[in-house]
């Protein structure tokens, strides 16, 4: 570091080359002479231009060595993105672990084969692949902070997001976990958006609530609502409302909603469109 800033080094380092190459060929044909070592200056003048966005220097890090160094782009969302998922690619990670067949096995403690997930992250790369029935599926990576994860578009869901999954994209995703014996684990991409655009929706659904009318208040109502609601915990409050005797109840602050409109579509499929209300 000799107080100079990346975007300076880049935009004059072609010069310096060329200015490097035409010394090196003038030594060789004897066009230097004693003076002209002397009076020669090494200085360059730079530009007066600002540094290079953090987005743009972790992008070139990853582009020429293949890794973050000063840091990762996640990074600003770290806290922003808690409004929208309690977990991350950590998380998912942890939930197996290997056994001594080197199968992968799930955690005790983990989340399981099946269960629906809210991640956010990094389109760190994406390819395309033509299908038996000749429609396109998509293999994306996905990476935070804490690892990556293979994702599976289906042609149906890339026709709809096809857009929001391009590389670089930093994106929120909903889907389904796929957890077997014989590889890492997956998600099932079933929506995503980008980023900013579901925090910026989120914000927007509060200090709303979200109302979700069932049956009655028994077992098996309550354990169905929590599995629902359990991959998209956020800041919204939820209520309960039973028909048959027109009484409320106010949801546990872990079963939380993020508010984001394809979690909210998930659980119109659960319970009914006509049951699921935010207000």
């Known amino acids: 570091s000799m107080g100079l800033k990346r975007s300076q080094l880049l935009k004059v380092y072609e010069r310096a080359l060329e200015g490097t190459a035409r010394n090196a060929r003038d ?8 003076f002209d070592s002397a009076d020669s ?47 991350n690619i950590g998380t998912v990670l942890e939930s197996v672990h290997r056994d001594e067949n080197g199968l992968y096995r799930e955690s005790k403690n ?19 692949k033509t299908t038996r029935k000749n429609s396109q599926m998509a293999f994306v990576t996905l990476a935070d902070a804490y690892g990556s994860i293979e994702c599976l578009i289906f042609p149906k869901v890339l026709q ?3 857009g929001v999954l391009q590389e670089g994209n930093i994106v929120c995703m909903n889907g389904r976990l796929s957890i077997r014996e014989d590889e890492e684990p997956k998600l099932l991409c079933e929506s995503a958006d980008i980023l900013d655009n579901a ?5 927007r659904m509060k200090p709303k609530i979200l109302y979700i ?5 028994n077992k098996e109502n309550i354990s169905s609502v929590s599995e629902a609601l359990a991959p998209y915990q ?10 048959d005797t027109r009484k409320q109840m106010r949801a546990p602050r872990r079963l939380y909603f993020n508010g984001t409109p394809s ?5 119109e499929d659960i319970f009914g469109k006509e049951n699921v209300k935010i207000r």
Not at 27 to 34: D, E, K, M, P, T
Not at 114 to 122: N, R
Not at 199 to 203: D, E, G, Q, S, T
């Open 27 to 34: 030594n060789v044909i004897g066009q230097v002479s004693l």
């Open 41 to 87: 200056s090494d200085e360059m003048d730079m530009p007066d231009i600002p540094e290079l966005s953090k987005m743009e220097l972790l992008k070139m890090e990853k582009e020429s060595t293949g890794m973050y160094f000063s840091g990762h782009p996640m990074d600003e969302y770290e806290r922003k993105i808690k409004e929208l998922t309690k977990i």
């Open 110 to 128: 983990g989340l399981h084969d099946g269960d629906m997930v809210v991640l956010c992250g990094l389109v760190d790369t994406r390819k395309n």
């Open 160 to 162: 709809t997001y096809s």
């Open 199 to 203: 925090l910026r929706h989120a914000k």
């Open 213 to 217: 009318q069932l049956d009655t208040n």
């Open 234 to 243: 956020g800041d919204m409050e939820v209520r309960l409302f039973f028909k």
């Open 263 to 267: 979690a909210l579509a998930d659980l």
